[in-house]
């Protein structure tokens, strides 16, 4: 039986293909615009789950200011390398640091803190969200903004199975015809609790067919109402949750 790994483990793969995997991502459309649309020309965002950088690059190119925190070492490798090749203005406005988002140890105040595609919902709804609201709220200055991704449990409820010899991703590597494979093993959901799990299945095959690399992962999604984790923080509701993809939506709230 193969090993099921953690996700954006050390020895998975997830994080090796979490560029190609969300630049090919329909659901998550638009979404940067979003973001810098939340915060003033030239402002400031501490983005929590920074990741690849996928986001922080493209607000860092608009002339944002960003500091992004992440907690899988595996991520951070690839922002950094890419900050290395980077434009050095581009290269100027962006931190990466490695950190928890549920114990908050940054300085600075910022226009906006931002946590994209389901971040928040890595961690389990209670006490780690009621530290990662009132972490924010100390990071905002006064009117900034809180957006962060949720996704849907009614939709994640309702997942259908998918066989787990059929894929649901594929895409090209290189010219020589490799090709990634993401395959769901396993999908379980318990919405009473707020938590849906999947097994994900990586492949990597040869141009002649041959397995290459494999790697299993489990990744948890935890779902909760954030108004009373706002509320708490003392936090407002700016706006109503902005839909995206039909999969999730952006929630964003205001400190008064």
């Known amino acids: 039986m193969a090993e099921v790994r953690p996700y954006y483990s050390e020895k998975g793969l997830t994080a090796t293909f979490y560029d190609l995997t969300t630049a090919m991502d329909p659901s998550l459309a638009g979404d940067i615009d979003i973001y810098r649309s939340l915060v003033p ?3 400031s965002v501490l983005e929590l789950g920074v990741g690849t950088g996928r986001v922080a690059f493209a607000l860092a190119e608009s002339g944002l200011s960003v500091t992004g925190i992440d907690l899988a070492p595996t991520m951070l490798v690839q922002a950094r390398a890419k900050l ?4 050095p203005r581009v290269a100027a406005r962006l931190t990466f640091l490695q950190g928890d988002m549920a114990a908050l140890n940054v300085a600075g105040i910022y226009d906006a803190v931002i946590c994209p595609y ?3 919902a890595h961690l389990p709804a209670g006490t ?3 530290n990662v609201f009132a972490g924010v709220a100390k990071r905002l200055k006064l009117g900034g903004l809180w957006a962060f991704h949720l996704p849907s449990a009614e939709r994640m409820a309702q997942a259908p199975a998918t066989p787990p010899d059929r894929p649901v991703f594929q895409a090209p590597l290189d010219a020589s ?3 990634l494979s993401i395959f769901i093993h396993a999908r379980s959901a ?3 609790v707020g938590r849906f799990d999947q097994i994900v299945d990586h492949v ?3 141009p002649k067919g041959q397995v290459e690399r494999r790697a299993r992962e489990r990744i948890s999604y935890y779902a909760a109402d954030p108004a009373p984790y706002a509320l708490a923080a003392g936090l407002v509701l700016d706006r109503p ?3 995206l993809g039909g999969v999730g939506a952006i929630h964003v709230f205001r400190r008064d």
């Open 41 to 43: 020309p030239e402002g």
């Open 84 to 87: 290395a090749a980077a434009d």
């Open 118 to 120: 389901f971040g928040l």
């Open 128 to 130: 780690a969200w009621r």
């Open 177 to 179: 015809g490799r090709q």
């Open 190 to 192: 318990k919405p009473g």
């Open 204 to 206: 990597v095959m040869g």
């Open 241 to 243: 949750a902005i839909d």
